[in-house]
Structures are given as structure tokens and as C-alpha cells.
């Protein structure tokens, strides 16, 4: 999509309710017209926050003084270690450029800087711990994510599949603080010293998808409904045709419509 695409199509989400904006991807420093499209998303009133999910590996100073100067509120970096063999042998290349990018958010005061941590079985299940003083060093937050069976063999989830069950029960009984942010899934934030962990179990959890809010839309310019699920409703085409407002606000309604508690549908009670 084009710089022009995508703000008419947030544009006409903001209709909807919608305030915050996260570019995710893929990875979106791809974009050489990134900085252009939150500069512009940022001039839309109704927008109160924009985000970016990254691996940093292109994230040089110039361009995240850029990106906060442009109006990116914060950012997310997906580090699954700060081992250098074990990034390695998950990401497949050398972790400096990410830490350099991480530097570079640091040094260009896009705060806060959270770091995503996707937790797998037998590869870096073993570096909480390091990972935590890394996030406490840098003034970060530390997100630790569940894997979750999305595009995933069978095989491949049942082997790396790591629950945090026992993380978080470790966390609750040291944490000198415990917060439930309503607004993202009613997932947990625990304090323990100067740092702040956040868990994010979305698998078997009924309370990830009743709570959430997100509308999700796709590089080709398809609005997904569910993470969980691989339904999507193609508002591209009816823009590129010329087509007035109303019929994408239509396709909105429709993706709207569509969202339920994925959960439900395979039998997990819902829970109040």
C-alpha cells in the first residue's frame, strides 16, 4: 500500500473508535517512506498513539531521531536474546545491529523501549533472567510472550511451545507490584525492582480475546478481524477503484462484525 492508501484507510477506522495505530510487519524499516507514514498518521487528530514493532536491525540514530520527530510515540523490539549464539541459531544472524538499533531508540528518546521476548522450549527458555537484567539496564520494559500456534506446523508448536504458567507464578510471589492493563487483554505487569515485566499468554486464555480491541490490517490491504483466525476482508480494492467512503466504512462494519472471542469457538468457556 501506498503512504496515500494507508491514511485513508485509518482515516476511515477513526470513525470507528480507532486512536492508536501499531506498524508491525514482516519488518516495517523495510519502508524507506516509513518516517512519511507516521508523520502522517501523527497529523490525524483522532490518533493519540503511534507504535512501532521492530527488530531494530535497521535502526540507525538518524533514522529513530527521524521517527520520533515524526510523531512515533514508542516502540517494541523483538530480541529473543541477548545471548549472541542463541540469537543466532533463532534469527540467524549476528545480534550487534539489533542492539545497535536498541541503542538508537535509547539515544533518541523514544520511550518507552519494550522488549518482546517469544519464549521457546529448549532454545531460549533459559534466558529470562539475562534478558531481564538487560531490559533493567537499558530502562526498558520486558514483554514476554507465549508462542502461539499461528502459521506454525503442528510439530513445530508442540516442540517449542513453552507455557509460563510457572513464570508467572514465580513473578507474582516477588513482584512488589502486580497491575492488570484492562485495555490490552487483561494481561499482567509485574514490578520487580526497577523493572517492569508484562506477560502475554495468548493461548487457551479467553481473556486475550474478550478483551481485545485491535482490528488488524495486512500489507495487501486486507482487514483482519481476528488475529487467531485467517479470515480477511479486502478493503484495497474498493479505494484503488475510486469507490466513495461509505463502501469501505461498509467493509469497517462488516470486519466489525465479524470479531468474536476465538476461544469460544473451540470449546474454552468464556470468563467474566
Same mark, same amino acid.
Given at each position: 500500500?501506498?503512504?496515500?492508501?494507508?491514511?485513508?484507510?485509518?482515516?476511515?477506522?477513526?470513525?470507528?473508535?480507532?486512536?492508536?495505530?501499531?506498524?508491525?510487519?514482516?519488518?516495517?524499516?523495510?519502508?524507506?517512506?516509513?518516517?512519511?507514514?507516521?508523520?502522517?498518521?501523527?497529523?490525524?487528530?483522532?490518533?493519540?498513539?503511534?507504535?512501532?514493532?521492530?527488530?531494530?536491525?535497521?535502526?540507525?540514530?538518524?533514522?529513530?531521531?527521524?521517527?520520533? @520527530?515524526? !510523531? %512515533? &510515540?514508542?516502540?517494541? /523490539?523483538?530480541?529473543?536474546?541477548?545471548?549472541?549464539?542463541?540469537?543466532?541459531? =533463532?534469527?540467524?544472524?549476528?545480534?550487534?545491529?539489533?542492539?545497535?538499533?536498541?541503542?538508537?531508540?535509547?539515544?533518541?528518546?523514544?520511550?518507552?523501549?519494550?522488549?518482546?521476548?517469544?519464549? @521457546?522450549? !529448549? %532454545? &531460549?527458555?533459559?534466558? /529470562?533472567?539475562?534478558?531481564?537484567?538487560?531490559?533493567?539496564?537499558?530502562?526498558? =520494559?520486558?514483554?514476554?510472550?507465549?508462542?502461539?500456534?499461528?502459521?506454525?506446523?503442528?510439530?513445530?508448536?508442540?516442540?517449542?511451545?513453552?507455557?509460563?504458567?510457572?513464570?508467572?507464578?514465580?513473578?507474582?510471589?516477588?513482584?512488589?507490584?502486580?497491575?492488570?492493563?484492562?485495555?490490552?487483554?487483561?494481561?499482567?505487569?509485574?514490578?520487580?525492582?526497577?523493572?517492569?515485566?508484562?506477560?502475554?499468554?495468548?493461548?487457551?486464555?479467553?481473556?486475550?480475546?474478550?478483551?481485545?480491541?485491535?482490528?488488524?490490517?495486512?500489507?495487501?490491504?486486507?482487514?483482519?478481524?481476528?488475529?487467531?483466525?485467517?479470515?480477511?476482508?479486502?478493503?484495497?480494492?474498493?479505494?484503488?477503484?475510486?469507490?466513495?467512503?461509505?463502501?469501505?466504512?461498509?467493509?469497517?462494519?462488516?470486519?466489525?462484525?465479524?470479531?468474536?472471542?476465538?476461544?469460544?469457538?473451540?470449546?474454552?468457556?468464556?470468563?467474566?
Amino acid at each position: 500500500m501506498t503512504p496515500d492508501e494507508i491514511i485513508k484507510i485509518v482515516k476511515i477506522g477513526t470513525e470507528f473508535g480507532i486512536k492508536k495505530v501499531k506498524l508491525t510487519g514482516g519488518e516495517p524499516l523495510t519502508r524507506k517512506d516509513l518516517s512519511e507514514i507516521v508523520q502522517r498518521l501523527s497529523s490525524l487528530s483522532q490518533i493519540d498513539e503511534i507504535s512501532l514493532v521492530t527488530n531494530a536491525r535497521q535502526l540507525s540514530l538518524d533514522r529513530a531521531v527521524e521517527l520520533r @520527530l515524526s !510523531g %512515533l &510515540n514508542r516502540i517494541n /523490539v523483538n530480541l529473543p536474546s541477548v545471548n549472541k549464539d542463541t540469537y543466532k541459531k =533463532i534469527v540467524g544472524k549476528d545480534i550487534e545491529p539489533a542492539l545497535a538499533g536498541i541503542n538508537s531508540a535509547m539515544e533518541a528518546k523514544i520511550n518507552p523501549v519494550k522488549i518482546n521476548m517469544v519464549l @521457546l522450549k !529448549g %532454545l &531460549n527458555s533459559d534466558d /529470562v533472567k539475562p534478558m531481564m537484567h538487560f531490559a533493567e539496564d537499558i530502562g526498558g =520494559i520486558l514483554q514476554i510472550i507465549e508462542l502461539e500456534p499461528l502459521k506454525k506446523a503442528e510439530e513445530f508448536y508442540k516442540q517449542y511451545h513453552y507455557p509460563l504458567d510457572d513464570l508467572e507464578k514465580d513473578f507474582s510471589a516477588k513482584a512488589s507490584n502486580v497491575t492488570v492493563r484492562k485495555s490490552m487483554q487483561n494481561r499482567r505487569v509485574y514490578t520487580l525492582g526497577n523493572l517492569k515485566v508484562e506477560i502475554v499468554k495468548p493461548v487457551e486464555n479467553s481473556d486475550f480475546c474478550m478483551h481485545c480491541t485491535k482490528l488488524r490490517l495486512t500489507s495487501h490491504g486486507k482487514l483482519k478481524p481476528c488475529l487467531m483466525n485467517q479470515e480477511t476482508i479486502d478493503v484495497i480494492t474498493p479505494i484503488r477503484r475510486g469507490e466513495p467512503p461509505e463502501v469501505v466504512q461498509g467493509l469497517f462494519r462488516k470486519a466489525i462484525s465479524h470479531r468474536k472471542p476465538y476461544y469460544t469457538s473451540i470449546g474454552i468457556p468464556a470468563v467474566e
